[in-house]
């Protein structure tokens, strides 16, 4: 049983059996058929993964499309990437694009790009840099969402401590534009230990420790312990339980 | 025990067989037997139904918002146990609140010694597959009575080993036989029944129904709690609800092997 695992390279176009491999890596266009077992995965151009792709690590520095789900312990998109099944890993960073369109659990989530998610996402950390998007619950120990590019739609936020900044503009014409142009958060509720919001429009916020800061449109609030609102945001309910 | 018997006067059950055939899985009220009643052998099996605000849960149990999340996602709760439901303030979720109640309680005395990894591995439908006990075990751990083993033994007389599937089967055979809703003839079908599909339906919200028409018995083994309704003929004598009683029977056996032998009415509490 001491096979040696092959490596799988594609350089150019072609197409290749899934199966078990040691390093996988598509320079040019591949398409992969079948479920791939392999201990790094590494796509440099274009790549399609037609079933599952468990891995140690994935890279993909082009433009990738899983078909169905995605096991790694780290998965990184710096190009593109779409994943139809669910994603589970403990470090998945994402600098270009991401759309997975199904539930996705990892421990570390970073995003500086865009990711959508479809389903859930769940993780420890979830730190955000560009416009995240998610369809079911966003649960995670610590949220930091840093607003930017376009707006972050997330149907619930669940978690230990969330915050929600926006971005302060570093040239001057962005000061200028930032009135107009103002990114935002849109969430149906947030609920969670500590909570800091900055340009968020949220129908109901439940937590122990609330701030609302600067351009928010909240519904209605409700806390335990801490409340606070800054002047320019706007809340129609707050309700100390 | 937490149990508002008089939240709705209206709906006290009257008989076993009426109030399960009416039951609906996601009302609210639906709940209540008159305080008298004798819960204890049925081991909270029939009255599940009873929801709970996520709201009036953490108020109640002191837990917050950020833990139960934490909790959620080590699946140390299940996540059918979240139900959805629209109120006037919007959506809201609620909890089976004998089930939720139970669990927390159960987590929070065991969170400062176990990880909650270790933790979530105890909660775990699949966790009971690796338990194996032998026929002595049964006994001593007051699994089940010797008077329902000898049933069992008429049926199998010589198996030794026994798996959890058989554990269960023998933990509801013991129940049913005790609370007299079956004779010992019936034992055959309803062990039947379990082993030949009970592991499929470990993990799911899954229920046993044992009606009988015109004195003929029948077991059914639903993957899901849901409705279901018969013709007027069919009484329903008796519904467990096999998640209850898998986390009844993993208690039984978790903690008579950290103590030794227990008396078994210690496991309702």
């Not at chain 2, 037997?33 to 929801?51: A, F, H, M, P, T």
Request: glycine share 10%; charged share 30%.
């Amino acid at each position: 049983m001491t096979e040696e695992k092959k490596n799988l390279t594609i350089s150019g176009s072609g197409s290749a059996p899934g199966g078990c491999y040691e390093d996988v890596k598509i320079n040019g266009s591949g398409k992969i058929q079948g479920d791939i077992i392999c201990k790094s995965i590494d796509i440099n151009g274009s790549g399609r993964l037609s079933g599952d792709a468990k891995a140690s690590s994935i890279v993909i520095s082009g433009s990738g499309v899983i078909e169905r789900n995605a096991i790694a312990e780290s998965l990184m998109v710096n190009g593109s990437c779409r994943i139809d099944g669910n994603v589970s890993g403990e470090r998945i960073q994402v600098n270009g694009r991401g759309k997975f369109n199904r539930d996705v659990h990892g421990e570390q989530v970073r995003v500086s790009g865009i990711l959508t998610v479809g389903g859930e996402l769940e993780a420890e950390d979830v730190i955000a840099e560009g416009p995240l998007t998610v369809g079911g619950l966003c649960s995670a120990e610590h949220i930091e969402i840093t607003l930017s590019g376009i707006t972050s739609r997330i149907k619930e936020i669940g978690c230990g401590t969330l915050s929600v900044r926006r971005r302060f503009p570093s040239n001057f014409i962005g000061q200028i534009f930032t009135g107009l142009t103002r990114k935002k958060l849109i969430v149906e509720s947030i609920e969670g230990d500590e909570i800091f919001l900055e340009d968020t429009e949220a129908k109901v916020v439940r937590g122990n420790r609330v701030t609302i800061g600067a351009g928010c449109s909240i519904g209605k609030v409700t806390y335990k312990t801490d409340y606070k609102k800054d002047e320019k945001a706007i809340v129609q309910s707050a309700i100390k339980e | 025990m937490p149990f508002n018997y008089n939240k709705n006067p209206r709906e006290l059950g009257p008989t076993i067989e009426g109030r399960d055939r009416k039951k609906t899985i996601y009302s609210v009220t639906v709940l209540c037997y008159i305080g008298g009643i004798q819960r204890k052998d049925k081991g909270g099996s029939l009255v599940e139904d009873e929801l709970i605000a996520k709201k009036d849960l953490l108020e109640i149990t002191g837990i917050s918002y950020g833990q139960l999340y934490r909790w959620k996602r080590k699946q140390l709760i299940p996540e059918s146990w979240f139900i959805r439901k629209s109120t006037f303030t919007g959506q809201e979720t609620f909890f089976p609140k004998e089930k939720m109640l139970k669990r927390i309680q159960a987590i929070s005395e065991m969170k400062d010694t176990l990880s909650l990894d270790e933790l979530a591995e105890r909660f775990s439908p699949q966790s009971v597959n690796k338990i194996v006990l032998a026929e002595h075990d049964l006994l001593d751990r007051n699994i089940v009575s010797s008077m329902t083993l000898h049933v069992y033994r008429k049926i199998e007389p010589d198996q030794q080993r026994f798996q959890f599937e058989d554990l269960l089967a023998l933990f509801i055979l013991d129940r049913m036989l005790k609370n007299g809703s079956m004779n010992s003839d019936e034992a055959k079908d309803l062990l039947g029944a379990l082993k030949a599909h009970s592991h499929k339906v470990y993990d799911k919200n899954s229920c046993l129904y044992f009606v009988r028409k015109m004195g003929v018995p029948a077991f059914l083994l639903l993957a899901e709690n849901v409705d279901i309704y018969f013709d007027n003929g069919i009484k329903v004598i008796d519904k467990m609800l096999l998640s209850s009683c898998i986390e009844a029977l993993k208690v039984l056996i978790d903690r008579n092997q950290a103590e030794g032998p227990l008396d078994r009415s210690d496991q309702n509490e």
